[in-house]
């Protein structure tokens, strides 16, 4: 069906797609139906014809594909009429929250899970200060237990 439309496109259009997708002279001929004494012909012709800017090359990708292997083309490429299972979300917290929790960590003590769950980072983030803290504020963030057992956090002053 394609070839039988590329055989009624003009020269401009026809020099467009050879200038596009640049397929060898024996799959030129297999595509346009022509022999070579023509193809010489119309090879002279790009003298006096310029390729179509505005012409949409990319459903003619089918014929050329063997040649081509993955062709950047004008149409949005539809992930979701290929996919077949959904594409796994990488690991690992955004880094948006961890900056959030480390501006405000108090300079009181105060319960260091309780911190984390309304932070929603994790402990060990909280604990690698050294790591994680791209703040710049002053004073050090301590996490450790108090006398009770309990695990708290604070920066110094």
Do not use: C
């Amino acid at each position: 069906m394609l070839q039988e439309k590329i055989k009624n496109l003009s020269w401009t259009q026809n020099l467009a797609i050879i200038e596009h997708y640049k397929p060898t002279e024996q799959k030129l001929g297999e595509i346009f139906g022509i022999s070579t004494k023509q193809l010489a012909d119309f090879k002279s012709l790009g003298i006096f014809f310029k390729p179509d800017p505005a012409f949409d090359v990319s459903p003619y990708y089918i014929l050329f594909e063997t040649i081509v292997p993955s062709i950047k083309t004008s149409v949005p490429f539809d992930r979701e009429a290929f996919d077949t299972e959904k594409v796994k979300k990488r690991p690992g917290r955004p880094g948006k929250n961890i900056i959030n929790a480390f501006w405000s960590v108090p300079s009181e003590p105060t319960d260091a899970i309780e911190f984390a769950k309304k932070s929603e980072v994790s402990l060990s983030v909280l604990r690698q200060s050294k790591r994680f803290d791209k703040t710049n504020l002053s004073g050090k963030v301590h996490v450790r237990k108090n006398k009770d057992g309990l695990l708290m956090i604070w920066r110094d002053k």
